[in-house]
Nanobody
Framework: QVQLVESGGGLVQAGGSLRLSCAAS????????MGWYRQAPGKQREFVAR???????NYADSVKGRFTISRDNANNTACLQMNSLKPEDTAVYYC????????????WGQGTQVTVSS
């Protein structure tokens, strides 16, 4: 069982930056893919970014060049650095962990709200 706790959300003006963190429990963190997803009001949850256990990354087209996902296996954390934020980035952001590389995520955090004002 893996427990995920997100932090770092908040209110920011367009063009600003935020850094989200995800603290994971469990000694096998380093073997899991980690990802970030988001859900805006009235919309389905969508993929944002993913990082494999080996450090390979993948991003949604909408965030490429602005967001960076990273992981620290020594501290069981995954982060999402978000720069050049836009109002359309407003959503609840969820951290996720997956035991199968590049497949369905198995565990989800509770989410953290990110609001970007224009």
């Amino acid at each position: 069982q893996v427990q995920l706790v997100e932090s770092g959300g908040g209110l920011v003006q367009a063009g600003g930056s935020l850094r989200l963190s995800c603290a994971a429990s469990g000694s096998i963190f380093r073997t899991y893919d980690m990802g970030w997803y988001r859900q805006a009001p009235g919309k389905q949850r969508e993929f944002v970014a993913r990082i494999s256990s080996g450090g390979r990354t993948n991003y949604a087209d909408s965030v490429k060049g602005r967001f960076t996902i990273s992981r620290d296996n020594a501290n069981n954390t995954a982060c999402l650095q978000m720069n050049s934020l836009k109002p359309e980035d407003t959503a609840v952001y969820y951290c996720a962990a997956g035991s199968t590389p590049w497949s369905t995520m198995d565990y989800w955090g509770q989410g953290t709200q990110v609001t970007v004002s224009s």
